[in-house]
């Protein structure tokens, strides 16, 4: 086995695959090597997240993830087309249920049409219903550019992409990396069961993006912690009362988006996700334990700061992820007529959230550079949906830091 490369990406979800795809079409006498731990690619925040191609509605005008998720979406949409991946550009609706969301919702829209986002508009009670007929609202958003996808299907795209450039780039997957050693002109990157020596590193790893950088010998004053999202999926009896998205005004005090709606472009429907803590960084249940994990999260002082700020939104949070009748309160507020039979309890995915010393939540995009290494320690929601984007400018970021040729 090839054990050379000229770059290596540590985490092949959907933004490292990305960033080899766009490095080898970019610069393709480069060959890239992108490692990942587990059996398949894709396998947490990409193949757990809700299938959403998001618009780019929400983010703050002329942050780095309004630009990239409308100009991602855009590709993404074009890609999916191009290879003939299944998706569907159904539109969402976002609903304003009470008087006190309405400032927010129009925030919400002025962003939008900062951000540049196509075929959005302001939406009476009566076009809600006519868009979504069991859904309770006095005014909302339209959001006709929305759509949805298996990411999972998209990743293993690029993985094929990558392959097909036949310039000896690779995805290797069961390749955990345990360590780094450092020599003057390239890295040996270790894993549990072989050595690869690459001339630059970059390291996408998600939920683990903090502990790799600090492993590679980087510094980050930033941790990550998992937040758990669980759904429900509607029963047959209950898929009759949603036909596409349905999502609330959210909270502008949090990145979450609040308990929606979302049909799924495989079949069916899932509510939710909610956001609580986890103790376990990739323990998809509701009582998943990790020592490690719990210690990271509780010895650094920015998650402290974080729960005080933030204990109330947390309790509240936590009462959804084990109370059947709370969780289907909360969807109600959308679909009054929803039902205790009506929903089931489905699967959970993890989000990695960056955290600031001092608590805060870090909303964009973050990169930490170390001799030959780059490591993305940030790349939140919507990096599905803006996954060519962001791997284009990690590539471009590269390309001039590396002095690619």
Not at 390 to 403: C, D, K, P, R, V
Request: hydrophobic share 35%.
């Amino acid at each position: 086995m090839e054990t050379n490369f000229d770059i290596i990406i540590v985490g092949g979800g959907i933004v490292g695959l990305a960033t080899a795809l766009k490095l080898t079409t970019h610069l393709p006498n480069i060959k890239v090597l992108v490692l990942e731990k587990e059996k398949e690619v894709a396998a947490h925040q990409t193949g757990h997240n809700s299938g959403v191609i998001h618009s780019g509605i929400y983010y703050k005008p002329g942050s780095y993830k309004a630009k990239n998720c409308v100009l991602g979406r855009r590709e993404l949409v074009q890609f999916a087309k191009d290879h003939h991946i299944q998706h569907d550009i159904c539109g969402k609706v976002i609903v304003a249920t009470h008087e006190s969301e309405l400032a927010h919702m129009n925030k919400v829209y002025q962003n939008g049409i900062a951000n540049g986002v196509e075929d959005i508009e302001i939406i009476d009670t009566k076009r809600i219903k006519e868009i979504e007929p069991h859904c309770e609202g006095i005014s909302g958003l339209w959001v006709g550019c929305t759509g949805i996808i298996d990411y999972v299907d998209v990743a293993k795209k690029y993985v094929e992409l990558i392959h097909a450039k036949n310039n000896g780039s690779k995805v290797l997957t069961s390749q955990k990396v345990i360590g780094f050693e450092k020599s003057s002109d390239f890295t040996t990157v270790i894993t549990e069961s072989s050595k690869f020596t690459g001339k630059y590193i970059i390291s996408t790893a998600g939920l683990q993006a903090d502990r790799v950088t600090k492993q590679e010998g980087a510094s980050t004053d930033s941790a990550i912690v998992g937040f758990r999202g669980d759904y429900y999926d509607l029963t047959e009896k209950g898929l009759s009362k949603v036909k596409n998205l349905i999502y609330p005004v959210p909270n502008p005090k949090f990145p979450f988006l609040g308990v929606h709606f979302t049909r799924m472009i495989k079949g069916g429907t899932e509510c939710g996700p909610n956001a609580v803590f986890v103790f376990d960084r990739e323990g998809y249940s509701r009582t998943a334990f990790n020592l490690k994990d719990t210690a990271a999260a509780f010895t650094y002082m920015g998650t402290w700061k974080f729960f005080g700020k933030h204990w109330k939104f947390g309790l509240d949070e936590y009462r959804g992820a084990f109370s059947k009748t709370y969780f289907l309160n909360r969807l109600r507020k959308l679909i009054p007529d929803l039902q205790m039979d009506d929903i089931v309890s489905s699967r959970c995915g993890i989000r990695a959230m960056a955290l600031g010393p001092e608590g805060e939540m870090l909303d964009d995009f973050k990169i930490e550079k170390h001799g030959n290494a780059m490591h993305v320690i940030n790349s939140p929601s919507p990096a599905a949906t803006a996954s060519l984007a962001y791997g284009n400018e990690i590539a471009l970021m590269a390309t001039e830091y590396f002095s690619l040729k």
